[in-house]
């Protein structure tokens, strides 16, 4: 936020306990101190349109998910557990086994998704059930992790071993992509929010700042990694 419309919206450390759940930068919780006194001033000056402002602050603020993925015995924990160690992300982990015999499927709807695949023989090999998963998911929010030394073409997301040195950095974006698609979903609620005309004119003051500081409501604001033709680990592979 610049705060070029209001001075008390110049983005003064947030403390709010409502809001404190995930995981942000100094500057991003900056920006969510600028909101919530933002909300602040709205609820008071128009309280429907403040609780809606203050409801669409919780839901973008709220812990980011991840959940670690695959079919029962292809080495789904060792990687949880790998990952917990080098990211600190124990927390974040929810594991979610799928095609499970007479069990329902979880529902794969996390901000960052880790997809394990077992090692195979043949690696241009996938599991159908795997692949029907895969299908079905953003690739925008997707890391499928191999528990083995092998790539896996045919997969239009990130693709790599567990021990590959990029894992960390592949999970780091996909976490900073889902925070900034959670940003703009949040600009998109509060622009679409009904207020009186003086509450009206702090919301829009504060959508300029937003725009101002570069952010796009209309276009992604990470773009996806380039797409390589190569199987090699650690890169995108299609």
């Known amino acids: 936020m610049t705060g070029k419309s209001n001075a008390q919206y110049s983005g003064a450390q947030y403390s709010g306990a409502q809001y404190s759940g995930a995981q942000y930068s100094g500057a991003q919780y900056s ?4 909101w919530c006194r ?3 001033e709205v609820d008071r000056l128009d309280p429907d349109a403040g609780r809606m402002l203050h409801s669409a602050l919780a839901r973008h603020s709220a812990p980011l998910r991840i959940q670690v993925a695959g079919r029962a015995g292809v080495g789904r924990e060792h990687v949880q557990c790998a990952l917990a160690r080098l990211c600190g992300l124990s927390r974040a982990l929810e594991p979610a086994v799928v095609d499970v015999p007479g069990v329902s499927d979880p529902v794969l709807d996390a901000d960052v998704m ?4 077992p090692a195979r023989l043949d690696p241009t090999s996938v599991h159908p059930a795997d692949r029907r998963f895969l299908e079905t998911l953003d690739s925008r ?7 083995g030394d092998r790539a896996v073409p045919g997969l239009a997301m990130p693709v790599c071993a ?3 040195p990029n894992l960390e950095t592949m999970i780091t974006d996909r976490v900073d992509g889902a925070r900034s698609r959670r940003f703009e979903d949040f600009v998109r609620t509060v622009a679409g929010i009904a207020a009186s005309p003086q509450a009206r ?5 504060a959508l300029e700042d937003a725009a101002a500081c570069g952010l796009s409501v209309s ?8 797409v390589s033709e190569s199987p090699l680990r650690g890169t995108m592979v299609r």
């Open 162 to 164: 567990q021990d590959d």
């Open 219 to 226: 276009e992604p604001a990470v773009s996806e990694p380039a």
């Open 141 to 147: 929010r997707v890391v499928v992790v191999v528990t």
């Open 31 to 34: 920006e969510l101190g600028a």
């Open 201 to 205: 004119d702090v919301i829009e003051a």
């Open 114 to 117: 880790v997809y394990v695949l």
């Open 38 to 40: 933002i909300a602040d």
